[in-house]
């Protein structure tokens, strides 16, 4: 609606109206812009209030040498390691802890005890039934002992040392205290049965060949960190939340059948003796080869997985991995090898991108992996810093999902039998490749505690894939990242949300709360609240400061705040420390537009506005009978006031204007004469977190624009604002967030005139619900599995 005011009142009535809203009882104003203040630890000289490192900083380290055997026919792991831990604490340390997660598979382990279930009385599988009489997860063999089997832990001369065991940790009694500045070295031997692949380590079974690839990790009893912000880091493994670890130089012995092709964190020392000829020379082609070089074809690879060709002796793969947080491999027969030099440069030496995949993954596996890697370590090198290690490899585990480890991930994705694939299967290939290769910089390098604050490296990682997929692809599917993906989950029933400030083991939705929601807080600080120049460097400045150290979340947000200059405490709190959603309800827009007291302006609105009045019903039906009228057929009953025209513009009203106008100063003649219209729109926060407020104006001649305001726009009222734009053409068209840059739940409320969007149902028939032929399959572009031969 249009109102018009005298433009001298103008700057009175925009006051009175910003106190104008009321509050409700229980609100405390403007809290969601308080400061995090002391929900944030208190700085030190360990951390600092700036964010970075302090000047004391001190973080474990522990280095192992390790000799390892995997038993392909028992499928088994028999190791010993010799670890050498030094205290670089202030504190002396009675004992020590050690991680055993392959515990979390014994019987009666905190992992079968802790799970819930109930019995489905519409029918279940014999697996899930399995799984809740035995407790411990379907891919478990009921006849099978799983868990460590610890049978020796000795100091460095061999004397046995006491240690209990609690679950998935063992304690280690010291004889003497361990003083600060000081090192111990001592041993462990162990073995364990492997468990099916679970989605972190295992194997897979190939019935057709009979065959097992293996993706071996948290395998040997390693240091829990020891830190200034938790002491010991013991926190049970219960399968959800992943690791806490510390840094350290690897050495590790694999012994493996003949036959098997091994890949491991770290550079392999010996390929000129586990390596065949022909191997060795196609590596050599690889260091300059632009495009993947076959190392280990798919005929080869074919031929080894022949039960006839199987052989009987064994190898030792020698590795080395310098400052990782942890160490993992894989092993098997069935492996058909790539690789290829990056263009990334670590100290002037190029890093190997490497991808290790039964036939089964072919073609998919051969085109993409290897590059995929590539891509990543630039993608990610670029708004970090420079990836360190001299290997990166992808290797393919069962279909779905990936896990990572230092320099090796082992990642899903798999084709159908006649090597045609669906889009979604190559997209979620190439992202779990990127996202898994990308954990190389969170948390493998930017060593945050996964099992404590699974955002950390999920939602940082997952915010990083979601640029890389766009730079591998310009019109990529990323399932994450966008603020309008995140809006269903946000709009749930708040009891079933976790705040993203939630331990990983019991947040409740992991995969949205740990990975899309804090991504999508990224995606949205860097275009919309920070702008893109001020986050990278921020985000960078992070990622420097804390690579090969152990930030926690204070650490981040203080970064952020430090190297950018913008307070973003108010969006801490609402997107990580909250779980309110964002919706603003444009409510109403009033029209004003200045009264320029020129009487050939006023005076004419005033008359069409009256005739617009006079046009009633009644008037309309009596119009007919209107010369029957006692005036009309009595000309004697008219006066003055039937001729008079009170719109017309006398030279009394001219002169008065003319008074007017010379009371105004140049710049107030300007601002009366130009007719501006005045729009004062009234904005609720109907989800709770304030955010940025972006309108869109759509003018009267079809053209647009664009104005946006900070999200402090809400600092003194953050439940109701109005602010008042002017704008010298009319505005038919009002619409909050009109590009979905704020996650806004309900879009519905963002227009003003309201503008109805129609919800489009189907009408189906059950058969069409049957699964369909991938595209490739219906159009005939069956890519068939070729196998790779060797490049050049
Ligand atoms: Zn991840």
Redesign the pocket.
Known sequence: MKQLFLPFLLLLSLAVNAQQFPTSPNYKANDRFEQLGTVLPTPNTYRTASGAPGKEYWQMRADYDIKVELDDEKRRIIGSESITFYNNSPDELKYIWLQLEQNLFKKDGIGATSRTGSINEKGMSTGQLQNLNNGRGSSLDPKVEYGYEIQKVKDKTGNALPFTINNTMMRIDLPTPLKPGASIVFGVEWAYNITEYYGRSGYEFFPKDGNSNYFIAHWFPRLAPYDDVNGWNHKQFLGQGEFALIFGNYKVAITTPADHIVAASGECQNYATVLTATQKQRLKQAETSKTPVIIVTQAEAEKAEKRENKSVGKKTWIYKADNVRDFAFSSSRKFIWDAMQSDVYKNGKKIWCMSFYPKEGNPLWEQYSTRAVAHTLKSYGNRTFEYPYPVAISCHSTSGG???YPMISFNGGRPEEDGTYSEQTKYGMIGVII??VG?NFFPMIVNTDERQWAWM??GL??FCQYLAEKEWDFNYPSRRGEPMFITDYMSSDKSVLSPIMSSAENVIGLGPNA?AKPATALNILRETVMGREQFDHAFKEYATRWRFKSPTPSDFFRTMEDASGVDLDWFWKGWFYGVEPVDQDLVSVNWFSIDTQNPVIEKEIARKDAAAKAKTISKIRDAADKSKTVVAQDSTMADFYNSYDPYKVTDSDKQKYEQYLATLSPGEKELVQKNTNFYTLSIKNKGGLPMPVIVKMGFEDGTDSLVTFPAEIWRFNDQQISKVLSTSKKVVQWTLDPYYQIADIDTENNSYPRVAKPTRFQIFKQSQMRRQPNPMQQQGAGAGKVGGEPKN
Do not use: A, C, V
């Open positions: 990936g896990m990572e996202h898994e954990h490296d999920e990682n997952t990975y």
